[in-house]
């Protein structure tokens, strides 16, 4: 029998950048652990690894802003998904505007929306955050 991770390595999950931001500090990374949950009320859930900058500035943070990728997001997958927020302000390599709360909208992303954080719950090695 094929291993839990043989199995999900050939799953194809959308690509999303979620950025936050708390006390002048802003993150973001790639994120492919996330979907909607909810319609009505509406709810998304963001998986964020404890090994992130992201994760960290996110504990504190009270809205997300996730950003839906496509084909032609490459520089922005890499740019969120490659640096990390520990060594690089990745927000001086794109474009990008305050968004609800501060949280910054990245303006290459063909779409976005923005949700405040209602729930932190540990899974595994990462953080569901809905
Ligand atoms: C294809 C791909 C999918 C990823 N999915 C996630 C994810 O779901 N959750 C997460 O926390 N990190 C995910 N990452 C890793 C982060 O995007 C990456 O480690 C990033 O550099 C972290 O940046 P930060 O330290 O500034 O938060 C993914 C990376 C790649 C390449």
Not at 8 to 21: G, S, W
Not at 52 to 62: F, K
Not at 108 to 128: C, L, M, Q
Request: proline share 5%; glycine share 8%; charged share 25%.
């Amino acid at each position: 029998m094929d291993s839990f991770q043989d199995v999900t390595d050939v799953l194809d999950y959308p690509m999303f950048v979620v950025t936050t931001a708390t006390d002048g500090r802003a993150a973001g990374c790639l994120v492919g652990f996330a979907t909607q949950i909810s319609i009505d009320p509406p709810r998304f859930l963001v998986g964020l690894s404890e090994k992130n900058h992201t994760h960290r500035v996110a504990l504190e943070a009270r809205r997300l802003v996730v950003h839906i990728l496509d084909a032609d997001s490459l520089a922005l997958a890499r740019l969120f998904g490659e640096a990390t927020g520990d060594d690089v302000d990745k927000f001086e390599s794109c474009s990008w505007s305050p968004g609800p709360d501060g949280v910054p909208v990245l303006e290459e992303a063909p779409a976005w929306f923005s949700g405040a954080v209602r729930h932190h719950n540990v899974a595994g090695d990462h953080t569901r955050r809905f």
